[in-house]
C-alpha cells in the first residue's frame, strides 16, 4: 500500500514547506517514486508556489495539474464535493507513487476559521499519517504547547493520525526550552529554529511588490535574498553606516549622490555587498551618474518604481520571500535546517515507510552525502574562478558535507560570491602566490622530482599552477583530497597526481571507474576515462581496484572481465588478453567473484547467461564490469548514459594513495557535489 503524510497546521505562515520539502527529501533516499498532492490549492495567483517547489524536486515525475485536488473557492462553495473531487483526484496520483507528501492548505481566508478541521477530515478521508507543524514567532513554549494540544484534539476528533510534531520558527537560544514543553507528547516532536533567510524576499519579488521595472544591472542577481530593507532617507554618510551584507536600499531616484555612494559602496572591499537598489519617485539617475555608475563595471541590480518612499517602503516590508521562488542558497539552507533538527530516521519509522530493496540515482546521492558527512574531510578546490565551484561550494558547506579550501584571489572569489548570494564565511581561499607555501611546495616537489633534474628554482615556478599547489597540499596533509577539472583538462588535473601522490602499495595504475546508476541499481565501469589499451596485468590491476571501490560505496562486487566473447567460445589477441587478466584476478584475489572472458549480455542478463555460460556463478549477476580498453568502456558508458538515461557519476579515480578527481568541463553544480563527496569517502579510507 502507498503510505502518504499530511503536513498541516492550524495557522498560516508556519514554514511548513520547509518541513513538506525535508520530507520529499527523507523519502527519496527510501523509495523509488515519490509523489506530492496539494489538496486545496488558491486558483487567482497562477501555479500554487509550494507545490511547484516540491515538483521541481529530481525524486517527483508528475504533473502540476496531477497533484491538485480543488480551489478555496470549491472548498467555499460545496466543501462535500470539495472533499470528494480530492479524494478522486489523489487516488490517481497514489496509484504511480510509494509514498505521497500532501501539503495542507495556507489559511487565506477564504475557507473559515474550520480550516484546520476541514484538513483534518481530508488526512482521514486520505488514511495519512499527520505531521502537525506550529509557529513559535514571537510565542512562549507555553504558549506553543498550548496550540499543539488544542490542534492534536482537532485532528483527532476527525479521525486524523497525528505521527509528529514540529515548532518551527524559534530563536535558536530558545530551542531546548521549546522541545522541553514539547517532550510528553505521545509523539515525537522536534524544533526548527528560525532563519530569517527562508522567509527573506528576492530583489525579483521586491520588484514585483511595488511594480518597478529593472533599469541597470544584472537580471541575473534579481534572485538573490534581500536579507534587509533600509530606507535611505538620511544623509549619505549616515546610510553608509547603515548598510549591510544583503541589504536592498531604497532611496529617492533623483538622490543622485547617494546612488552613486551606494554603487560605490557595493564595489568596495571595505563595506557591505548590497543586494540592490530601489529608486523611488519615478525618477531615474541624470545620464552624468549613469557613466559613473556604469564606469565603475557593476552589476547590482537597480529597480525603478513611481511609487514614494513611504508606500515602497510598506510594501517591501510587507512582501514575505517563498522558499519555491528562493535561489539556491535558499534552498541549500531550508535543507540543512530540516536535517540538522529533525532525526529523520525516527520521523521515517513514525511515518512507516518500509525500506526499497531498489536504488535509484538520488537514493545513490543521498547516500553519498551522508557517508561524506559522517566523518568530514578537507578538500580543495583549485578552480575558485568558476561560478559552478562556488555554487557548489556554498550548497557543501551549507550542509556541513566536507571542509573546503579554494585556490584563487580571496577578494575576488568572496566578492563573486557575495554577487551570487552565496555563504563561503566557512571556506578557506588561498592564493597560489603565498610566498611561504609557496616557497615549501617547491622545496617538496623538487625532492621528489631531483631524479629528473629539478630544481627549487624551476619548481618555485611549476606550484604556482593550481592543479600542482592543490596536489601538493593533499600530498603534505593541508588537505585530504582534491577535486578540478571544471576549467582544465582530465591530463592537467591529474598529472601532478601522478608525480606526487603516486599509487598504493601493490597496484601498478592509476584508473577510474562510472558509477551508472540506472532506475533501480547501481552498476561500476572501469577503466572508461584514463588508460587507452591496458596490458593483461593492468587490466587486473583496474578489475581489483574497481571491486575494492564497488565495495566502499555500497555496490557488492560481482566482477564482469568484458570482451567479445564467452568463456572459450573465442580466440585472438584481445580475447586471451581479458583471459589472462581473468586469471591473474583470480590467483592474486580468490575471494573475489569474478568471470571472463564474457560479453555485456552474459554478464547482466541471466536467461542469456543460462545459455552462453551454464554454471557460473557469476554470470548474469553482475556489478562491476571492466572494459578491455578505452575506446570499448567510452563508448559504452556514454550509450547507457544517454540510451538508457543513466545517471553517470564519475569518473572516479582510483589506485591513488590519496584521492584525486576529475571533472568534466562540461560538469553541473550537482555533478561537483557528488564528485567532492566521493573524493571525501575515499579519503575517509585512505591511509593517514
Given at each position: 500500500m502507498?503510505?502518504s503524510?499530511?503536513v498541516?497546521?492550524?495557522?498560516?505562515?508556519t514554514?511548513?514547506?520547509?518541513?513538506a520539502l525535508g520530507?520529499?527529501?527523507?523519502?527519496?533516499?527510501?523509495?523509488q517514486?515519490?509523489?506530492?498532492?496539494?489538496?486545496?490549492a488558491?486558483a487567482?495567483?497562477?501555479?500554487d508556489?509550494?507545490?511547484?517547489?516540491l515538483?521541481?524536486h529530481?525524486?517527483?515525475d508528475?504533473?502540476?495539474?496531477e497533484?491538485v485536488?480543488v480551489?478555496?473557492?470549491?472548498?467555499?462553495?460545496?466543501?462535500e464535493?470539495?472533499?470528494g473531487?480530492?479524494i478522486r483526484?489523489?487516488?490517481?496520483?497514489e496509484?504511480?507513487?510509494?509514498?505521497?507528501?500532501?501539503?495542507g492548505s495556507?489559511?487565506?481566508?477564504?475557507?473559515?476559521p474550520t480550516?484546520l478541521?476541514?484538513?483534518a477530515r481530508?488526512?482521514?478521508?486520505?488514511?495519512?499519517?499527520?505531521?502537525?507543524v506550529?509557529s513559535?514567532?514571537r510565542?512562549t513554549?507555553?504558549?506553543v504547547r498550548q496550540?499543539v494540544?488544542?490542534?492534536?484534539?482537532?485532528?483527532?476528533?476527525?479521525h486524523a493520525?497525528?505521527?509528529?510534531v514540529v515548532?518551527?520558527?524559534a530563536?535558536?537560544?530558545e530551542?531546548?526550552?521549546?522541545?522541553a514543553?514539547l517532550?510528553?507528547?505521545?509523539?515525537p516532536?522536534?524544533v526548527?529554529?528560525?532563519?530569517?533567510?527562508?522567509s527573506?524576499?528576492?530583489?525579483?519579488?521586491?520588484?514585483?511588490?511595488?511594480?518597478?521595472?529593472?533599469t541597470g544591472?544584472?537580471?541575473?542577481?534579481l534572485?538573490?535574498e534581500?536579507?534587509e530593507?533600509i530606507v535611505g532617507g538620511?544623509t549619505?554618510?549616515?546610510?553608509?553606516d547603515?548598510?549591510?551584507?544583503?541589504?536592498?536600499?531604497?532611496v529617492p531616484?533623483?538622490?543622485s549622490?547617494v546612488v552613486?555612494?551606494?554603487?560605490?559602496a557595493?564595489?568596495a572591499e571595505?563595506?557591505p555587498?548590497l543586494?540592490?537598489?530601489?529608486l523611488?519617485?519615478g525618477f531615474?539617475?541624470?545620464?552624468q551618474i549613469s557613466?559613473?555608475?556604469?564606469?565603475?563595471n557593476q552589476?547590482?541590480?537597480?529597480v525603478?518604481?513611481?511609487?514614494?518612499t513611504?508606500?515602497?517602503?510598506?510594501l517591501?516590508?510587507?512582501?514575505r520571500?517563498m522558499?519555491s521562488?528562493?535561489?539556491?542558497?535558499?534552498?541549500d539552507?531550508a535543507r540543512s535546517?530540516?536535517?540538522?533538527?529533525?532525526d529523520g530516521e525516527?520521523?521515517?519509522d513514525a511515518?512507516?515507510?518500509p525500506?526499497s530493496?531498489?536504488v535509484?540515482p538520488?537514493?545513490?546521492e543521498?547516500?553519498?552525502i551522508?557517508?561524506?558527512?559522517?566523518?568530514r574531510?578537507?578538500?580543495?578546490l583549485?578552480e575558485g574562478?568558476d561560478?559552478?565551484?562556488?555554487?557548489?561550494?556554498?550548497t557543501?558547506?551549507?550542509r556541513?558535507?566536507a571542509?573546503?579550501?579554494?585556490?584563487?584571489?580571496?577578494t575576488s572569489?568572496r566578492?563573486?560570491?557575495s554577487e551570487l548570494?552565496?555563504?563561503?564565511?566557512?571556506a578557506?581561499?588561498?592564493s597560489?602566490?603565498d610566498?611561504?607555501?609557496?616557497?615549501r611546495?617547491?622545496?617538496e616537489?623538487?625532492?621528489?622530482?631531483?631524479?629528473?633534474?629539478?630544481t627549487?628554482e624551476?619548481?618555485r615556478?611549476?606550484v604556482?599552477d593550481v592543479?600542482?599547489?592543490?596536489?601538493l597540499?593533499?600530498?603534505?596533509?593541508?588537505?585530504?583530497g582534491?577535486?578540478s577539472g571544471?576549467?582544465?583538462?582530465t591530463a592537467?588535473?591529474?598529472?601532478?597526481?601522478?608525480e606526487i601522490?603516486k599509487t598504493m602499495?601493490g597496484?601498478?595504475?592509476?584508473s577510474s571507474?562510472?558509477?551508472m546508476?540506472l532506475e533501480?541499481?547501481?552498476?561500476?565501469?572501469?577503466d572508461c576515462a584514463v588508460?587507452?589499451?591496458?596490458?593483461?596485468?593492468?587490466?587486473?590491476?583496474?578489475?581489483?581496484?574497481?571491486a575494492?571501490t564497488?565495495a566502499?560505496?555500497?555496490?557488492?562486487p560481482r566482477?564482469a572481465?568484458?570482451?567479445?566473447?564467452?568463456g572459450?567460445?573465442?580466440?585472438g589477441?584481445d580475447v586471451?588478453?581479458v583471459?589472462t587478466?581473468?586469471e591473474?584476478?583470480?590467483?592474486?584475489?580468490?575471494d573475489?567473484?569474478?568471470?571472463g572472458?564474457?560479453?555485456?549480455d552474459a554478464?547482466?542478463?541471466a536467461?542469456?547467461?543460462?545459455t552462453?555460460m551454464?554454471?557460473s556463478e557469476?554470470?548474469g549477476?553482475a556489478?562491476?564490469f571492466i572494459?578491455?580498453d578505452?575506446n570499448?568502456?567510452?563508448?559504452?558508458y556514454?550509450a547507457?548514459q544517454?540510451?538508457?538515461?543513466a545517471v553517470?557519476?564519475?569518473?572516479?579515480?582510483?589506485g591513488?594513495?590519496?584521492p584525486?578527481?576529475d571533472?568534466?568541463?562540461?560538469?553541473?553544480v550537482?555533478?561537483?557535489?557528488?564528485?567532492?563527496?566521493?573524493?571525501?569517502?575515499q579519503?575517509?579510507?585512505?591511509p593517514?
Open positions: 502507498t503510505t503524510v499530511y498541516t497546521s492550524p495557522e498560516g505562515h514554514g511548513k514547506s520547509s518541513v520530507l520529499v527529501e527523507l523519502f527519496a533516499r527510501r523509495v517514486r515519490v509523489g506530492v498532492f496539494r489538496p486545496v488558491r487567482d495567483e497562477g501555479r508556489s509550494v507545490l511547484t517547489l515538483l521541481a529530481d525524486g517527483v508528475l504533473t502540476y495539474d497533484c485536488g480551489t478555496y473557492e470549491d472548498v467555499h462553495a460545496d466543501p464535493a470539495a472533499l473531487t480530492i483526484k489523489y487516488r490517481e496520483v496509484r504511480q507513487c510509494e509514498v505521497v507528501v500532501i501539503v495556507d489559511y487565506t481566508d477564504v475557507a473559515g480550516e478541521a476541514f484538513n481530508i488526512a482521514a478521508n486520505l488514511g495519512s499519517a499527520v505531521v502537525l506550529t513559535a514567532v510565542r513554549p507555553e504558549d496550540m494540544d488544542v490542534s492534536m484534539a482537532e485532528l483527532a476528533a476527525a493520525r497525528v505521527v509528529a515548532a518551527n520558527r530563536q535558536e537560544d530551542r531546548e526550552r521549546f522541545l514543553a517532550s510528553d507528547l505521545p509523539v516532536a522536534w526548527m529554529p528560525d532563519v530569517p533567510l527562508l527573506a524576499p528576492s530583489v525579483r519579488e521586491l520588484m514585483v511588490a511595488v511594480e518597478g521595472t529593472l544591472g544584472d537580471d541575473e542577481l534572485d538573490r534581500a536579507e530593507v538620511m549619505m554618510e549616515h546610510i553608509l547603515a548598510l549591510t551584507d544583503g541589504a536592498v536600499v531604497i531616484g533623483d538622490r549622490e552613486l555612494a551606494m554603487v560605490a557595493h564595489a571595505s563595506f555587498s543586494s540592490g537598489l530601489i523611488n519617485g531615474t539617475p541624470t545620464d557613466r559613473l555608475v556604469a564606469g565603475l552589476r547590482l541590480p537597480m525603478s518604481t513611481t511609487f514614494g513611504f508606500k515602497t517602503a510598506r517591501a516590508a510587507e512582501t520571500g522558499l521562488t528562493g535561489s539556491q542558497r535558499k534552498l539552507v535546517v530540516f536535517e540538522s533538527s529533525v525516527r520521523l521515517l511515518v512507516d515507510v525500506r530493496e531498489v535509484t538520488l537514493m545513490f543521498y547516500d553519498l551522508e557517508r561524506a558527512r559522517s566523518m574531510k578537507h578538500i580543495v583549485p574562478s561560478d559552478r565551484i562556488l555554487r557548489a561550494a556554498s557543501l558547506l551549507t556541513d558535507v571542509a573546503l579550501t579554494l585556490l584563487g584571489d580571496e572569489i566578492a563573486r560570491a548570494g552565496l555563504n563561503l564565511g566557512a578557506t581561499i588561498l597560489t602566490k610566498g611561504e607555501l609557496r616557497q611546495f617547491a622545496e616537489y623538487a625532492g621528489l622530482r631531483a631524479g629528473k633534474g629539478m627549487v624551476r619548481a615556478e611549476i604556482v592543479s600542482y599547489f592543490g596536489t597540499m593533499v600530498h603534505l596533509g593541508l588537505a585530504d582534491m577535486v571544471a576549467q582544465h583538462t592537467h588535473t591529474i598529472k601532478p597526481s601522478f601522490i602499495p597496484v601498478s595504475i592509476v571507474v562510472f558509477f546508476c533501480d541499481r547501481v552498476l561500476v565501469y572501469g588508460n587507452p589499451d591496458p596490458t593483461a596485468e593492468q587490466l587486473a590491476d583496474i578489475a581489483i581496484s574497481s575494492a564497488a566502499q560505496f555500497g555496490v557488492s566482477v572481465m568484458l570482451s567479445y566473447s564467452s572459450e567460445s573465442g580466440t589477441a586471451d588478453k583471459r587478466a581473468t591473474l584476478v583470480r590467483s592474486r584475489r580468490s573475489l567473484v569474478v568471470e572472458p564474457i560479453q555485456y554478464a547482466v542478463d536467461s542469456v547467461a543460462r552462453k551454464p554454471g557469476m554470470a549477476r556489478t562491476v572494459f578491455p578505452l570499448t568502456g567510452n563508448n559504452t556514454k547507457v544517454r540510451s538508457a538515461g553517470a557519476v564519475g569518473p572516479v579515480l582510483q591513488l594513495r590519496k584525486v578527481n571533472l568534466s568541463r562540461g560538469a553541473l550537482q555533478d561537483i557535489v557528488n564528485t567532492v563527496a566521493i573524493t571525501a569517502i579519503a575517509q579510507g585512505a593517514q
